[in-house]
């Protein structure tokens, strides 16, 4: 979390949306000390806050003239727009922080859509889950007008550990949805691992601690990697592409030999295909980037 809250410690403070991630940074915000209005379509969901210390503003309108700063948490970017975009809701001046996940499309798009009716405007996405809110391990991304978010960091530091990625309103939901497509690639090759040692009597318990390890080894090569990239130039330093193929091939036939689906080795080895086709056998694993960089099609 940040630590400077001494310019803020009181800063009036509107959540909308307690969902069960509202309701956690409505928690935060009053823990934190600050004079928390809260509103929800479901308004019997503002009883516990409320009990807490919370003010229950009877209309969006009412609860967006209450703070000076408005955090907004709903399912989607287009409950955010339903939400705020009724007739007496007048943003003109306000602070909007908007948590809803969703695309960098849909946060510029509102960030257009939010600047128009007067509203200062930070985009935000939470990599955490609700218990973790209000403490140092929930991390919180941001991205909007740099001014914006240091004048409200402190404020929103009760949240978590706040991250400014920068102007671009789109990044704090494209760090979001890189995050996703690490977790899910993680655990699916997590995943296929369990499902293949399953079938030599090996449980996912046994497994588990030997695939963290390799998961920790594979996470210290990214840096190296990501200079490659970053360079443009992919030599061979540990091994050629050409090698994984060929290992590929053995994951492929042990899968389909002991029956455990082998879609997602026939994935990396179709991709691995190209990038050899392509004339890049002889360079190191990140030079794939390139078949990641075009839509499957191309
Ligand atoms: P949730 O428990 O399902 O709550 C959804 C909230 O959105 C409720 O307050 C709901 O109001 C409100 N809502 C939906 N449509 C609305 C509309 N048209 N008008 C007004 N309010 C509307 O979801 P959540 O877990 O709090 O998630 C909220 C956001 O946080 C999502 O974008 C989610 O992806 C993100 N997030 C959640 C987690 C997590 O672990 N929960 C982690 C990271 C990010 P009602 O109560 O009236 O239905």
Redesign the pocket.
């Given at each position: 979390m940040t630590d400077n809250n001494t310019t803020a410690s009181a800063t009036p403070v509107t959540v909308l949306?307690?969902?069960?991630?509202?309701q956690a940074l409505a928690d935060a915000f009053l823990k934190a000390g600050h004079p928390t209005t809260v509103w929800?379509?479901?308004a019997s969901?503002a009883d516990r806050l409320v009990a807490g210390g919370a003010r229950s503003a009877p209309t969006v309108a009412d609860a967006v003239r209450a703070g000076s700063l408005t955090v907004v948490?709903?399912?989607?970017y287009a409950?955010v727009r339903?939400?705020l975009g009724a007739s007496d809701v007048d943003l003109a001046g306000t602070t909007l922080v908007n948590?809803?996940?969703g695309d960098s499309a849909q946060a510029r798009e509102t960030a257009r859509w939010a600047g128009e009716r007067g509203a200062r405007y930070l985009d935000g996405a939470?990599m955490?889950?609700?218990p973790v809110i209000g403490t140092a391990e929930a991390m919180i991304l941001h991205s909007g007008p740099r001014s914006v978010f240091e004048e409200y960091a402190s404020t929103l530091g009760a949240l978590g550990t706040l991250t400014h990625l920068g102007e671009d309103h789109g990044l704090a939901s494209l760090y979001d949805v890189a995050g996703l497509a690490m977790m899910w690639g993680v655990l699916n090759a997590w995943l296929q691992g369990t499902a293949l040692l399953r079938t030599a009597g090996v449980d996912a318990a046994t497994y588990a601690p030997f695939a963290r390890q390799i998961a920790a080894v594979v996470a210290e090569w990214l840096p190296g990697y990501a200079e490659q990239i970053d360079r443009g130039s992919f030599p061979a330093e540990v091994s050629a592409l050409e090698t994984d193929a060929r290992a590929m091939t053995h994951l492929i036939e042990e899968s389909e030999a002991v029956g455990v689906n082998a879609e997602l080795p026939k994935l990396f080895k179709a991709m691995a295909d190209r990038a050899i086709a392509a004339g890049h056998g002889a360079e190191q694993y990140p030079v794939l980037i390139e078949e990641f960089t075009k839509p499957a099609d191309a």
């Open positions: 949306g307690l969902g069960l991630m509202g929800n379509r479901t969901k948490c709903v399912t989607d409950a339903d939400l948590l809803t996940s939470i955490a889950v609700p």
